[in-house]
């Protein structure tokens, strides 16, 4: 069974709401179009009806029996409703005015039915960026209990081979203590995709093969990781190759339980984690998911802005199945 056999098999039947803010987009509605076909779970697409038909058409993509809400113009007391909830959400930070202009925004409006459990959860980034994804989720959705920052893991897969890299999407130089935080909610993200997790602090080090504050900050990281999550196998600071190639790690690292058989790999920080997805991606021919996020109370995920139709696919599925948890 595929790994994608196996996560439908999870949702299969399970009545799943997905929103997507972007119906004016082909590959939305591609993707869309699909997931309802296969009755994987039930999408519901966010646009002008008008518009999001002629996209269809010229795709020639098939939209029978899809809701279509048009955000823009439903009745006032819905409206008003879901201006009331975020209010209360932010509790003094956003007036009601301020609410009723976010609701004409669709990844507001999307992320609004995802914390009024209208829906499980939102796909979006096809055509927005990042920010456009996750400020409202922070903002009304915020992070779940005990969690204290979002992360923006990447679901890498080719023929049986399965990673995850994190941070790779979202924060920028996250420190000794954010870091630690990260490896922990990857480990436990990982299970939902069946990957026993084994986490590698990366660094440009091997356990003190090079000194400074960066090799210094992955080293407490580490120590702190292990602390939070002493059930799962965490080690660092390694370098890739002693993470990755158990010839290496023999050498390099030879007491780890980690080293050389790593398959979630944390990044000391944003330019690494990016960059080293994108080459196992284009250089490596792996397929890279996301950045999927994590340590939100409800599940939303930012497609990348050069998606296809089915990593759209795929992404939606991975969020249906973080609706379950």
Known sequence: MTLFDS????????????????GNDSRILGAVSRLASEKVLEPIVLGDKAEVAQVASAANIDLTGI????????????????AAAIVERRKGKTDDAKAHEWLKDPNYFGTTMVYMDKVDGM??????????TVRPALQIIKTKPGIHLISGSFLLQKGDQRFLFADSGINIDPNAEQLAEIAVVSAEFARAFDIDPKVAMLSFSTKG???GEMVQKVQDATKLAQQKAPDVP????????AAFVPSVAAKKAPESSVAGHANIF?????????IAYK?????????????????LNKPVSDLSRGSNEDEVYKVAIITAVQALS
């Open 7 to 22: 996560l439908k098999k999870k949702i299969s039947g399970k009545n799943i709401k997905i929103v997507f803010p972007e």
């Open 67 to 82: 809701e279509i809400i048009d955000y823009r113009h439903l009745p006032q007391d819905q409206i008003d409703e879901m």
């Open 123 to 132: 796909v979006s980034g096809a055509i927005h960026a990042t920010s456009d």
């Open 209 to 211: 093969s090079a000194k």
């Open 234 to 241: 965490i080690d660092g600071e390694l370098q890739f190759d």
């Open 266 to 274: 944390i990044f000391p920080d944003l330019n690494s984690g990016n």
């Open 279 to 295: 080459i196992a991606e284009r250089l490596g021919g792996f397929e890279a998911m996301g950045p999927l996020l994590q340590g």
